[in-house]
């Protein structure tokens, strides 16, 4: 489908293509690859096409471009939201039968945002069940495949977003993360994902939101194919919250001091890191030296290894008004009855359960390991949070594996729970992070970096990620779809 500008002009120029036509583009796309993939699990293509006509109708009998983009800077352009978030009239159950008739009656706030900056959305994606698991199947609307291997999983929680903009059915997606969950489906799917800086995106509208303590770690963001997209939809996403960002400060990609880290450490909960990633980075490495006659500083830092026990005990820690977090297994039983762990796990056994094996793990509380060290594990984080501000200060960016392994088959991450802490840390250290496609693997999978800055520094990985995307070549066409 046409791709239209998010960044020079209004996103449906005049006379080159009217918003119809985009639009009607992206709807065949889904039609044509959406039984493959199950990304689009609800659709609003009547909609969209009306709003289409709308902005067709704005072009021809409105100011001109400058004023146009200005007021509206992502007028016509396609997108598709997660199901977590409310989108008027669409269904927002994040994938817990219980929910099944719950339909938006608002839209969230970085949804409206985008609707009031023109953008227009197709139909919301899928996720996995509460959006705490980073495979993105549940029992409302079943299990979202990769479109680069329809036998690989897409990631979670906003798995769906990333299948939906790997396969070319959408422009931009609306994704949000408290462990991984834009960065990893990014990473499997071979697209872009920002998360930034905490508390600059609002995360109202959204099912389950955070409470107590996890509300500093959830973060709304924006995902696409094209790197130069992320800058302006965070603009919208963040309202008037940008202003906490240097987004229009100028980077110098050769006053960046670069860091680089090949892995956690050696963590015992966590698999090695493919050599796959590990030859990607360095290449990376090599590239930034070769090209802007930098210096990668190689780095270990030694808490990085206890990343999965670090984010666990943060995560369920109380806040500074003693508020504890909310219990995974109270929203199970949303719109439901109470749901008792174990009783579940021998329906689940028996195929009598509505819920998915790792919700039932999570209720279990099966992250919550080593439950008498909490307190030192909270302490080492907010020691690795210093360590790492220390580290990156105002013009750092840290290399790090996107995740150990390329993208798994369906079911296996099972097997590898905890493999989500390569991208869960940050989210408990409020440091922004760039995902970036490297292009593909041996096995036409999508490789990945992490590109990761001190807190407010959001320009700083934007601005090596768009670099990264013209020396690597960015997302490529899944030849599968």
Known sequence: PPRPRLTAGPAVPRGQVTCIEVVEAYVER?????????????????????????????????????????KFPLLGVPITVKEAFSLYGMPNTSGLVNRRNVIATSDATV?????????????????????????????????????????????????????????????????????????????????????PTTGVVPNDGQFPDAHGVRTSYLCTGPMCRYAEDLEPVLRVMAGPGVSKLKLSEKVSLEKIKFHCMDHDGGSIFVSPVDKEILQAQKKVVEHLESDLGVRVQRVAIHKMKYSFQIWSAMMSSKDSEGQEAQRFTDLLGDHGKPVWPLWELMKWLVGMSSHTLPAIGNAEKLVNLNLSGKAKLVSMGKSLQEEMEALLGPDGVLLYPSHPTIAPKHHSPICMPFNFAYTAI????????????????????????????????????????????????????????
């Open 30 to 70: 889904i039609k044509e690859v959406n039984p493959l993939i199950n990304a689009v699990v609800k659709d609003r293509f009547e909609e969209a096409l009306q709003e289409a006509q709308q902005v067709d109708k704005l072009l021809s009998e409105g100011p001109g471009d400058d004023c146009l983009e200005e």
């Open 111 to 195: 949804v409206s945002r985008l609707k009031q900056a023109g953008a227009i959305p197709l139909g919301v994606t899928n996720c996995s069940e509460l959006c705490m698991w980073y495979e993105s199947s549940n029992r409302v609307y079943g299990r979202t495949n990769n479109p680069y291997d329809l036998q690989r999983i897409v990631g979670g929680s906003s798995g769906g977003e990333g299948s939906v903009l790997a396969a070319a059915c959408s422009v931009i997606g609306v994704g949000s993360d408290i462990g991984g969950s834009i960065r990893m489906p990014a990473f499997f799917n071979g697209v872009f994902g920002h998360k």
């Open 426 to 481: 940050f989210n408990v250290l409020g440091l922004p992070v760039t995902q970036c496609p490297l292009g593909l693997g041996s096995e036409g999978l999508p490789l990945g970096i992490q590109l990761v800055a001190a807190a407010y520094n959001d320009h700083l990985t934007l601005a090596v990620a768009r670099y990264l995307e013209k020396a690597f070549g960015g997302w490529v066409l899944p030849g599968k779809v």
